[in-house]
């Protein structure tokens, strides 16, 4: 994770447009120029004709005038759209410290450094305070949660929260107390980001155990292949230990579920076509990033025939982006 004082290229248009934002309201230095010159020409009490050519040149200045001011006003809507758009992310809650520091990057630069961030375990929240400290993240601050059941006491609400690699280390009877709680402090038209999830039905389990099917075993069953057969190390494991280890992953279909509608209908947002069309394309682009394989391209057409045919979209990983309606 790179410094949050190396501003990335959309903030530092952000800054230029701000710079513009402040100086709303005083005429710019060749906006006042030109407007002299014309007062000079035309509202000095001066009676004398123009030299030849004098009109030529006055109408030059008025033309450059009028598209001075025409980059004026482009310029103050520019300045109010994306003042708008700062106004909608100024809260951001993330759940775990752990979050990937390529989301954490992107969000630091997107919203000036205003996170709160939500940890149980007392060794990640030092290490939260650590990073914090070491990045100068001076506007981010992290919480406490009370148990694994409960978000602190008067967290807020946010425009935004984002769950990293959470859902699938709670246990069953967790996911069904803290996933309405924080759908809770989501605001109406404000999203859920929940990603790096493994998708419970995926053939390959390589997020706890590295074997194949077991994520259509019953619990019982699964268990066992994965405490014999398993080569990391969970010979002993019991279920709370596989579990939390996040054996089984989860699904869009529980998220929504457990989410309900009370205070707001959770809406499932469907990627945009330059995100990859939906969530197998947007798994094709993220994964791209990191390495390119024969096998993997192979997948992505074997993923796309299967939706084609049932409906399903299955990727290793959940990316999801859930709208409070």
């Given at each position: 994770?790179?410094?949050?004082?190396?501003?990335?290229?959309?903030?530092?248009?952000?800054?230029?447009l701000?710079?513009?934002?402040?100086e709303?309201?005083?005429p710019?230095?060749?906006?006042?120029?030109?407007?002299e010159?014309?007062?000079?020409?035309?509202h000095?009490?001066?009676?004398?004709?123009p030299?030849?050519?004098?009109h030529?040149?006055?109408e030059?200045?008025q033309?450059?005038?009028?598209?001075?001011q025409?980059q004026?006003?482009?310029?103050?809507?520019?300045?109010?759209m994306?003042?708008?758009?700062?106004?909608?992310?100024?809260?951001c809650?993330?759940?775990?410290p752990?979050?990937?520091?390529?989301?954490?990057?992107?969000?630091?630069?997107?919203l000036?450094?205003t996170?709160v961030?939500?940890?149980q375990?007392?060794?990640?929240l030092?290490?939260?305070?650590?990073r914090r400290?070491?990045?100068?993240?001076?506007q981010?601050?992290?919480?406490?949660?009370?148990?694994?059941?409960?978000?602190?006491?008067?967290?807020?609400?946010?425009d935004?929260?984002v769950m990293?690699?959470?859902v699938?280390h709670?246990?069953?009877?967790?996911?069904?107390s803290?996933?309405?709680a924080v759908?809770d402090?989501?605001?109406?038209?404000?999203v859920?980001?929940?990603?790096e999830t493994?998708?419970?039905?995926?053939?390959?389990e390589?997020h706890?155990t590295?074997l194949?099917g077991?994520g259509?075993?019953?619990?019982?069953?699964a268990f066992?292949?994965?405490?014999?057969f398993?080569?990391?190390?969970?010979?002993?494991?019991?279920?709370?230990?596989?579990?939390?280890a996040?054996?089984?992953?989860?699904?869009?279909?529980?998220?929504?579920?457990?989410?309900?509608s009370?205070?707001?209908?959770?809406?499932?947002?469907?990627?945009?076509?330059?995100?990859?069309?939906d969530?197998?394309?947007?798994?094709?682009?993220?994964s791209?990033?990191?390495?390119?394989?024969?096998?993997?391209?192979?997948?992505l057409?074997?993923?796309?025939?299967l939706?084609?045919?049932?409906?399903?979209?299955m990727?290793?990983?959940?990316t999801l982006?859930?709208?409070?309606?």
């Amino acid at each position: 994770m790179t410094s949050s004082q190396a501003a990335s290229p959309t903030f530092a248009a952000l800054e230029s447009l701000g710079e513009s934002a402040s100086e709303a309201g005083q005429p710019s230095p060749q906006r006042a120029s030109l407007s002299e010159s014309l007062d000079g020409s035309t509202h000095n009490g001066s009676t004398h004709e123009p030299p030849d050519g004098g009109h030529s040149e006055l109408e030059q200045l008025q033309a450059a005038l009028a598209a001075a001011q025409a980059q004026v006003r482009a310029m103050e809507a520019k300045v109010s759209m994306w003042e708008e758009c700062m106004r909608t992310l100024v809260y951001c809650v993330m759940l775990s410290p752990e979050m990937n520091d390529i989301y954490k990057q992107e969000c630091v630069d997107l919203l000036q450094n205003t996170l709160v961030g939500v940890e149980q375990e007392p060794n990640l929240l030092r290490l939260a305070e650590r990073r914090r400290e070491f990045y100068g993240h001076t506007q981010t601050s992290f919480l406490s949660s009370p148990d694994p059941t409960q978000l602190p006491s008067d967290l807020g609400r946010f425009d935004f929260v984002v769950m990293n690699g959470v859902v699938e280390h709670m246990l069953p009877e967790e996911r069904k107390s803290v996933l309405p709680a924080v759908w809770d402090v989501v605001k109406p038209g404000g999203v859920l980001f929940v990603l790096e999830t493994p998708y419970r039905y995926f053939p390959y389990e390589s997020h706890t155990t590295g074997l194949p099917g077991i994520g259509y075993l019953p619990d019982r069953l699964a268990f066992a292949c994965a405490r014999k057969f398993s080569r990391r190390g969970l010979e002993h494991s019991d279920r709370e230990a596989l579990l939390r280890a996040g054996i089984r992953g989860s699904s869009s279909r529980e998220i929504l579920s457990c989410l309900g509608s009370d205070g707001g209908r959770p809406v499932l947002m469907e990627p945009t076509p330059s995100g990859g069309g939906d969530r197998i394309g947007l798994w094709y682009q993220q994964s791209s990033v990191h390495r390119e394989s024969r096998l993997r391209d192979i997948s992505l057409h074997a993923f796309k025939a299967l939706k084609t045919l049932t409906g399903i979209e299955m990727v290793p990983y959940l990316t999801l982006a859930i709208r409070k309606s």
